[in-house]
């Protein structure tokens, strides 16, 4: 029911809207008006004025200059004479000559990289993809393994400890027992 309301209000809206748009023209004609054929007509009505115009002749032409002048680096190009420009090259003539040198460099390992073994990097992807999971899994079981060691060591470590105090107690125990052997002193 909610949903019946919510198509209603959105039909009535958009009703309203489209009034705006068309006005009482396109109520009353009970006919759809396209808008791409409205503004194709708009369009041709345009153009057949602007051809008409021999000033809007001039302008269409002019706008490619006006876009020109427009570039900001257009102003760089007035206000910066050829002497500037000139400073400008020589101040970073380091850095061009290392990225030439870096160019002839890409150049000379050209063929390497024109070479079958990268072309076939896409086909070797799926492999290199299945080994990083493997090795990702491998590595969780690592962490496992690892874990359960340090685990077995420390009940190892705390093993020995209760044998050894075990031992330690029946020694003394022992020791008890047998009591002094002669020609010892007593304590």
Not at 31 to 42: E, I, N, Q, R, W
Not at 141 to 159: D, G, H, I, T
Request: with cysteine; hydrophobic share 35%; charged share 35%.
């Amino acid at each position: 029911m909610e949903d019946r309301n919510n198509i209603e209000d959105l039909d009535g809206r958009l009703q309203i809207l489209e009034k705006r748009v068309y006005g009482d023209r396109g109520c009353k004609l009970n006919k759809t008006v396209k808008c791409v054929d409205s503004l194709g007509k708009v369009n041709a009505a345009l153009a057949n004025t602007a051809n008409k115009r021999e000033r809007v002749k001039i302008l269409h032409k002019k706008t490619e200059d006006l876009l020109k002048y427009l570039d900001p680096q257009f102003t760089d190009y007035i206000a910066v004479p050829d002497a500037m420009k000139l400073e400008f090259i020589l101040a970073e003539e380091d850095f061009l000559r290392t990225q030439a040198s870096m160019l002839e460099q890409v150049n000379t390992l050209q063929p390497y990289l024109d070479s079958n073994h990268i072309k076939s990097v896409p086909e070797l992807t799926t492999k290199l993809q299945r080994l990083s999971q493997l090795h990702i899994k491998q590595q969780d079981q690592n962490e496992e393994l690892s874990a359960e060691v340090k685990r077995l060591f420390e009940e190892y470590n705390k093993m020995m400890f209760l044998l050894s105090k075990q031992f330690a107690q029946w020694d003394e125990t022992l020791r008890k027992l047998e009591g002094p052997k002669p020609g010892q002193k007593v304590e």
